[in-house]
Structures are given as structure tokens and as C-alpha cells.
């Protein structure tokens, strides 16, 4: 057996996910809401998040994936999301924001520059 077979079932039977076009991580912290640092699930992402994973699914794109994430370190600008390969910072307050995140970015790769919160590198 070569190491390229071997390699690939190595990386079968691990069931390793396969490579996405968009990775989104959306800080599910929640902290109480006199906390100092304030969190995004004190400036509602339950609900936003919701949406953003309902619609995401909705495209029948398996190459746009979704995960939660703990503290991304912006926690008074919450809710917060970051979107890969770009690397770009978003701000959604409104389901809207979500849906326009999703068809103008995610699927079009155009970036919805009105919600970005933190400049790209
Ligand atoms: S709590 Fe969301 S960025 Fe810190």
C-alpha cells in the first residue's frame, strides 16, 4: 500500500470534514448582563444565529459551513461573526442583515462592507 492510500484512509476513517468555500464562527458566549465585558448573547445572537444557520442550509450549499464559537474578543461590538477565507468581521443586529450576509457574501462573495466592524489586514 503507498502512503497516498494510505493517507486516505487515514482520512476516511477519521471522517475528516471536507474543505468549505466559507467557514463562518459566530460567538455564542453569554455572559450575565452587568457583566464589565458584555457578551454577544447578551446583545441577542440566539436568535440571529438561528437564522443564519436556517438560511445557510436553505441555500443546499455544503460547501458554506457554520460553527459556534466561545469569545472572539470583540464582546461590547456583539453579536459578532467572522467569515473564512477572507477573514472579515461582521455585525449583523437585524434577521436581515443575516439573509443579506448570506446571499451577498457567503453565496456571491461580495462583502456587505455597511455591517463590517473590523478592517481586513
Ligand atoms: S462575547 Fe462575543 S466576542 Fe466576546
Same mark, same amino acid.
Given at each position: 500500500?503507498?502512503?497516498?492510500?494510505?493517507?486516505?484512509?487515514?482520512?476516511?476513517?477519521?471522517?475528516?470534514?471536507?474543505?468549505?468555500?466559507?467557514?463562518?464562527?459566530?460567538?455564542?458566549?453569554?455572559?450575565?448582563?452587568?457583566?464589565?465585558?458584555?457578551?454577544?448573547?447578551?446583545?441577542?445572537?440566539?436568535?440571529?444565529?438561528?437564522?443564519?444557520?436556517?438560511?445557510?442550509?436553505?441555500?443546499?450549499?455544503? #460547501? &458554506?459551513?457554520?460553527?459556534?464559537?466561545?469569545? /472572539?474578543?470583540?464582546?461590547?461590538?456583539?453579536?459578532?461573526? %467572522? $467569515?473564512? =477565507?477572507?477573514?472579515?468581521?461582521?455585525?449583523?443586529?437585524?434577521?436581515? #442583515? &443575516?439573509?443579506?450576509?448570506?446571499?451577498?457574501? /457567503?453565496?456571491?462573495?461580495?462583502?456587505?462592507?455597511?455591517? %463590517? $466592524?473590523? =478592517?481586513?489586514?
Amino acid at each position: 500500500m503507498t502512503d497516498a492510500l494510505t493517507a486516505d484512509a487515514a482520512d476516511a476513517a477519521l471522517e475528516l470534514p471536507q474543505v468549505y468555500t466559507r467557514h463562518v464562527f459566530c460567538c455564542f458566549t453569554q455572559r450575565p448582563p452587568q457583566h464589565p465585558r458584555g457578551s454577544c448573547g447578551a446583545n441577542g445572537t440566539q436568535p440571529l444565529w438561528e437564522r443564519l444557520g436556517k438560511t445557510i442550509e436553505a441555500t443546499g450549499r455544503r #460547501d &458554506i459551513a457554520m460553527t459556534a464559537s466561545g469569545c /472572539l474578543t470583540f464582546c461590547q461590538a456583539g453579536p459578532i461573526m %467572522v $467569515v473564512y =477565507p477572507e477573514g472579515v468581521w461582521y455585525q449583523p443586529r437585524t434577521p436581515e #442583515d &443575516i439573509d443579506e450576509i448570506v446571499a451577498a457574501h /457567503l453565496v456571491g462573495g461580495t462583502l456587505v462592507e455597511r455591517l %463590517v $466592524v473590523v =478592517p481586513r489586514v
